[in-house]
């Protein structure tokens, strides 16, 4: 297949995912995407979300996937209100961490018994990175650490300072920290934002929680928190709360929750749950980030 032909495809695809997309969209700039949603959610003719831009790291095209054709093997995504009864029997965060922990469980237990029928099977490359010199798993040491329970992150020490707030990183390309010269906004049929993730089929890939869980955490947090969705990218979501945790006991308590939700924040992320917790006291915005 040339590469035209590739691109014809690609196109012809996305024109399709297109058409069935729920969201109406509307394009600004990333330095002016801020005040465009809040000029849409004033209107009052539905929910508006920062989406991301063309760029790599934020692309738009990957949020079209549900909405695109279906082949044999990939299923129709649920319907919205299919993925909202769901939602509406969780109690978050309880519930994710109880499905996590019967997902890890049945991994464990797949792994093992690969093991014991081929010693020698592939394994994944891990690798860790201490004191700036990185080293690679001996396979000893990756069955080691495919086999080990899941544990809770360091708690460490309470920082000097809190982290700078991520704000709509959406809008933003993230190594330069430049606006995007073009952010998509769209416009949910919905005045109840925390229905955004059902509308979108967002979510149940890798360690990314399925949609209704992110459902049920963004109504527990909006009633806890005054939080509101503004950006949400394929990976990312930002969130902006109204009142943020009032003492350290609650923050870290908070923190717990979002390592629950989103492991990645603190593995990948701050590193400890004070971190993460003195940023949620500091700032409005709260950040997530699945790869």
């Keep these: ?45 539905g929910f508006p979300v920062v989406l991301g831009g063309d760029d790599e790291q934020h692309s738009f095209d990957n949020l079209l996937t549900p909405f695109g054709p279906n082949g044999p093997y990939i299923q129709p995504p649920p319907s919205v209100e299919e993925i909202l009864r769901a939602a509406a029997d969780i109690t978050f965060p309880d519930d994710l961490a109880k499905h996590d922990k019967a997902v890890a469980e049945t991994a464990l237990q797949r792994l093992k ?31 080691a650490a495919m086999e080990r329970e899941p544990r809770d992150p360091p708690l460490g020490e309470w920082p000097a300072s809190p982290s700078p707030s991520a704000g709509l990183s959406v809008a933003h390309n993230l190594l330069t920290g430049k606006p995007l010269p073009k952010v998509y906004i769209g416009l949910a049929p919905s005045d109840d ?45 930002n969130l902006r709360v109204a ?11 908070l923190a717990r929750d979002h390592y629950i939700y989103c ?29």
């Design 1 to 45: 297949m040339t590469q035209e032909e590739i691109a014809r495809r690609v196109q012809e695809y996305r024109r399709k995912a297109l058409e069935h997309f729920p969201l109406k969209l509307i394009e600004t700039t990333g330095d002016e995407a801020l005040a465009k949603w809040q000029e849409l959610k004033s209107a009052g003719q």
């Design 113 to 143: 018994a690969s093991l014991a029928a081929n010693p020698n099977r592939p394994l994944p490359q891990i690798t860790e990175t201490n004191d700036g010199k990185t080293r690679t798993y001996s396979r000893d040491e990756t069955v």
């Design 193 to 237: 934002w925390t229905t955004i993730p059902a509308h979108l089929r967002w979510g149940g890939w890798n360690a990314c929680p399925a949609a209704e869980y992110h459902v049920a955490a963004m109504r527990t947090w909006r009633d806890r928190y005054g939080a509101e969705l503004i950006g949400m990218s394929f990976d990312t979501i």
């Design 243 to 253: 009142s943020k945790p009032k003492t350290r006991e609650e923050a870290l308590a």
């Design 263 to 291: 492991s990645d924040i603190i593995d990948q992320g701050v590193g400890t749950t004070s971190a993460l917790a003195a940023d949620l006291m500091a700032n409005d915005w709260w950040y997530f980030w699945w790869d």
